[in-house]
């Protein structure tokens, strides 16, 4: 008894000491909120007081804690402070114009600009002018002249010698964007007085011209060969566990991927999900149209509608060959998400046999194919399928996609990483054994080009794939240069064919770029991407790169990609919250609230 009444007496003093203890927190439930659901803030300087560095804290709507930190804004809003503070039960930021200028998070109460060097140029900032970045050395400042080999930032622009541009010599008589250098300066232009020529061009097939710079011309070039080209597709590949495979790194792959690393010459790149949803619907709809999600109207696998006429690639490579001169296949072992139902037709949705009610997206352009062939489910169905197509148009041009549903429906069972997973992974590098040996049988491997492309990676531990933008492309295409967004992969296929990226009849220009080039742009800009790969375009100056991180109920850091740094280009930090921005990858300008 005594030891019972010793406890609850120990109980209530830590009760009493932890009320004492802990700040005055404003809550105020909204109706129907219980206890959990109700968001806290408190703010250490106890309100809008730009002259105190303070921070507020609390618990989110989420049940996320977290802390918010006064800071000095940079950049166009140099000499502001963002002032945290707590409106209800919601850290919320207001810029604050420093009258003396803004230090360590809070505005000076006297102005104070510290010149060591007497330059002219404080480190302070705000009301002092342009902040100093060594104020030891009267030679570096603001707008100073930059030496170009000294290794010093004498401008302070964060640039050294050769990466400041005060330092780079870029000539473009022509004004196409390219110049003669190379280098730093980008892919070389091989003819700089003609404005029509330079690398990533499309090539003109009979001007004896080499209009992309590629070193071969007309008929020599591969783009003007016309060729038949078979896309198969591998659902769901999560690109970490495809390379350990493909490498040997894991007991489950001994063998690695024979045929993969045969058809690539071992050449495996990137291709990420920027925009549109991880998943089925978003990932073919973009793959084989070039568009953004928002063009197509395919933006989840629950949010779709048919994508309009004449936006996909096979309409696209019809119109210039002609329907009769060229043939159309699209094989999926997927179901509804690579379905063709149009508004009130039957169709089935998780085995279950429904009405249509917004449009499949494939609803429309099945209407133009010569072979739509959807829910073969079985990679042996499907894999026999493009054996007895191919054999059957041996003699023709041709454009197929072969979409196998593994390993994606293994993944959703088994998760990654999985024995089950690499098997399937095994099976479907199997069946693309299958069809190389096919084409080289039929004696047209001379003049077929093979992609292997997956539409989304898969979440790390997890059966789902919610953040999962990193996924993989390979190919024998040897124009291919480089990795890209799941959105370059339609324009690569239409330069393949000399087919203009821009507007063709209804459909407006594609949205990605063709991967036999760099990207004809100079820097990535506001709410751009960038792309993670060897001579990218980096942000333009003044941006910051953030994370593709994604809200899913809750912050998710995409897995799958070790060691890439692709993200988007923004102004983070300044207090505006707008695409792609989030609470997740840029907090400072969105509360998670």
């Known amino acids: ?245 493909f490498n040997r790194e894991i007991d489950d792959c001994p063998d690695g991927l024979p045929n993969l690393d045969q058809l690539s010459g071992g050449v495996i790149y990137n291709n990420l999900t920027s925009n549109g949803e991880t998943s089925t619907k978003p990932g073919w709809a973009q793959l084989l149209t070039g568009y953004r999600a928002e063009v197509t109207g395919v933006l989840t696998n629950g949010r779709y509608q048919p994508i309009p006429e004449g936006y996909t690639l096979f309409e696209k490579v019809q119109n210039h060959f002609g329907a009769d001169n060229i043939v159309t296949m699209f094989v999926s072992g997927k179901g509804e998400h690579t379905g063709g139902a149009c508004i009130g037709e039957e169709t089935t949705r998780n085995g279950q046999p429904v009405i249509e009610n917004q449009g499949q997206p494939w ?36 454009l197929a996609l072969f979409l196998f549903r593994e390993p994606d429906v293994t993944g959703h069972v088994a998760g990654v990483p999985s024995l089950g997973y690499s098997r399937m992974l095994i099976d479907v590098d199997w069946w693309l054994g299958r069809i190389m040996s096919k084409v080289d049988q039929l004696g047209i491997a001379g003049h077929t080009v093979i992609y292997v492309v997956t539409d989304h990676g898969f979440d790390e531990g997890s059966t789902y794939h919610h953040a999962a933008h990193y996924g993989f492309m390979a190919s024998n295409d040897p124009l291919v240069m480089r990795s890209g967004d799941r959105m370059d992969f339609t324009p690569t296929i239409l330069e393949r064919y000399g087919i203009s990226r821009g507007a063709i009849g209804v459909a407006p220009p594609v949205d990605g770029y063709s991967l036999y080039a760099l990207p004809p742009f100079p820097c990535v800009v506001q709410g751009g991407t960038f792309i993670d790969y060897p001579g990218a375009p980096q942000c333009c100056d003044g941006l910051t790169r953030i994370g593709l991180d994604r809200r899913v109920g809750h912050c998710m850091i995409p897995s799958g990609g070790t060691g890439d740094n692709s993200g988007f280009c923004t102004l983070c930090g300044n207090g505006i919250c707008e695409p792609p921005e989030n609470p997740c990858n840029c907090p400072e300008d969105c509360p998670y609230y």
């Open 363 to 398: 609803c429309l352009t099945r209407q133009h194919l010569d072979y739509y062939e959807n829910d073969l489910r079985r990679n042996n169905t499907v894999g026999d399928r493009a054996l007895a197509l191919l054999e059957a148009h041996q003699d023709d041009r041709f």
């Open 1 to 245: 008894m005594r030891s019972r009444i010793w406890q609850l007496g120990f109980i209530v003093v830590v009760a009493v000491l932890l009320v004492i203890a802990t700040p005055a927190r404003t809550t105020v439930p909204a109706l129907g909120q219980t206890t959990s659901d109700v968001a806290t803030c408190w703010d250490s300087d106890g309100g809008i007081v730009p002259e105190v560095a303070g921070y507020v804290e609390g618990i989110g709507r989420q049940g996320f804690p977290y802390r918010r930190y006064d800071e000095c804004e940079t950049g166009q809003y140099e000499g502001y402070v963002k002032e945290f503070y707590c409106n209800g039960t919601t850290p919320w930021p207001v810029r604050i114009a420093c009258e003396n200028g803004c230090f360590e998070g809070a505005c000076l109460t006297e102005l104070v600009c510290t010149d060591n060097d007497g330059d002219g140029f404080a480190i302070e900032g705000g009301a002092c002018g342009p902040i100093d970045c060594d104020d030891n050395n009267p030679n570096v400042y603001p707008g100073a002249v930059e030496i170009c080999d000294n290794g010093i930032d004498d401008n302070c622009n964060g640039l050294i010698d050769g990466e400041d541009p005060a330092c780079l010599v870029c000539t473009d008589n022509d004004g196409d964007g390219f110049a003669i250098e190379g280098g730093a300066c980008g892919p070389i232009d091989c003819d700089d007085n003609n404005p029509n020529v330079y690398p990533g061009a499309i090539e003109i097939c009979d001007n004896g011209i080499d209009d992309n710079c590629n070193g071969l011309i007309d008929d020599a070039d591969p783009a003007c060969q016309s060729p038949n080209i078979i896309i198969v597709g591998w659902d769901g590949v999560q690109r970490d566990h495809l390379l350990r495979c």
